[in-house]
């Protein structure tokens, strides 16, 4: 059985391997948002566009308005 001597190299601060972790965990949930925000915008053009237009106003509606002083 043969056991190398060599050792694993390092980190000069312990915090650098839980700094990076955290980075991609947050880059993860920043993509994880921008997915669910272009879906949503995506619903939201689909419902407008399923959405009937309104009638237009007959020509004559707010012509005649009584005030009294």
Do not use: H, W
Request: hydrophobic fraction near 40%.
């Amino acid at each position: 059985m043969n056991i190398s001597n060599t050792r694993l190299p390092t980190m000069p601060n312990s915090n650098e391997g839980g700094e990076v972790l955290s980075a991609a965990l947050s880059k993860k949930q920043l993509q994880a948002d921008g997915a669910t925000a272009l879906q949503l915008v995506d619903s939201a053009a689909q419902a407008t566009a399923a959405q009937t237009p309104a009638k237009s106003a007959t020509a004559s509606l707010g012509n005649n308005i009584d005030v009294y002083v």
